[in-house]
């Protein structure tokens, strides 16, 4: 009796379980279906069974914030510049962001920095991710405040590590070392990963990190890049070596520091790769569900570089200075006059004569300060 009693439940309870599975398999079918916003399907490759990832790159001008979001789990990447540190607040709040499971701040600079010190004002975050590094500008002071009123603990995270955002998963690439001259250099990289989509985010980072992630052998291979450093610099090496299907560039529409470079537009455009950017689109929209990318408006393919501001020459000497004053006097390959635009070698005569503003020392490629213009000194012949 008893046991035929326990037939009859696991037989009802077999029954219920089907019906459970066959609800469960319609509810997913239903919310594969494309919807009409994210028609534009930009990469396939083999279906696989992923949750999705929204990717965000928010127009904040100048700068980068970028929102990835995965079942319900949201990390923040940098926020933008003082000016859109309220925008990306209300955006959040829009997107009804209760809380950030990561708020990843690349380096700090300004035009990433003062946003986020806004979203650590505004929403609780459960880990704070930064480089392993301090600064004595005002703006760190003010993140330093923030952090101690809410008694955050920030956590340094070294390549190779791996952390998961809902459905997908991110993988630190950079800062291989520390303590470069330029702290853009210092910032810290990933590999955002979901299913088989991957999206390269490396902050600001230049020639000089490149190298030494390419010299880890990291897998940097992606599908969707975000342009270094607001589309500066991008050695050819690296650029192949992520080999993007999508390139997407965050900068400030007629910025006055050139942003994206010529050499960098000219790159992608060779390439052939489909290019977004916020300064022409605003804000840039990515969704994956593991297998394919689409997008919520089609690639701009507006390869234009930035034109320098009215201070043009001033400026492209502080990005000479930024760019390539990465040594020195004892350890450099080369001594540049930003000014003129010549390689010495160290112990060239005109080097004692060069005006100490206008000196960079530079350790690295030859070739790189040729592609940028620079000519070697006609008397050390470097
Ligand atoms: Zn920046
Ligand atoms: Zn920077």
Redesign the pocket.
């Known amino acids: 009796m008893i046991k035929y009693k326990w037939k009859h439940l696991l037989t009802v309870l077999l029954l219920l379980s089907l019906c459970f599975t066959g609800c469960n398999t319609q509810e997913a079918d239903r919310t594969e279906a494309p919807s009409s916003q994210q028609q534009n399907v930009v990469e396939t490759s083999n279906p696989q069974k992923t949750g999705s990832l929204t990717v965000q790159y928010l127009d904040v001008g100048q700068?980068?914030a970028i929102l990835a979001e995965s079942e319900g789990h949201y990390m923040l990447i940098d926020g933008g510049a003082r000016e859109s540190s309220s925008f990306v607040v209300s955006y959040l709040k829009e997107q009804k962001v209760e809380k950030l499971d990561y708020l990843l701040i690349s380096h700090f600079?300004e035009?990433?920095l003062a946003g986020a010190i806004g979203a650590l004002h505004n929403f609780p975050v459960d880990t704070l991710l930064t480089p392993d590094y301090e600064t004595d500008s005002a703006i760190y002071r003010s993140y330093e405040k923030a952090v101690n009123e809410k008694s955050y603990e920030a956590v340094h995270p070294k390549v190779g590590e791996k952390y998961t955002l809902g459905s997908a998963e991110f993988r630190i690439i950079s800062p291989v070392s520390y303590g470069h001259e330029d702290e853009?250099q210092d910032s810290v990289g990933m590999i955002l990963e979901n299913g088989e989509n991957r999206f390269f985010i490396g902050g600001?980072i230049g020639l000089e990190s490149e190298k030494e992630i390419l010299a880890a052998g990291t897998d940097i291979q992606a599908d969707v890049m975000l342009m270094n450093?607001?589309g500066s610099h991008v050695s050819r090496e690296f650029f192949e070596q992520v080999a993007p299907s999508y390139c997407v560039i965050s900068c400030g529409a007629d910025n006055s520091y050139g942003h994206p470079r010529k050499d960098t537009m000219s790159l992608i455009k060779e390439k052939k790769t489909p290019v977004f950017r916020t300064d022409k689109q605003g804000t840039v929209i990515l969704h994956s569900d593991g297998s394919q990318i689409s997008s919520e408006q089609q690639p701009c393919q507006d390869y234009t570089p930035g034109q320098r501001g009215n201070s043009g020459g001033q400026d492209d000497k502080n990005e000479s200075l930024e760019l390539f004053n990465n040594s020195d006097a004892e350890h450099c390959d080369y001594v540049l006059n930003v000014h003129t635009k010549k390689i010495h070698k160290p112990d060239c005569g005109s080097v004692r004569q060069m005006g100490e503003k206008n000196r960079a020392y530079y350790k690295g490629d030859l070739q790189m300060l040729k592609d940028n213009g620079y000519t070697g000194c006609g008397s050390c012949n470097p």
């Open positions: 700068g980068n600079d035009d990433h853009n600001d450093h607001h």
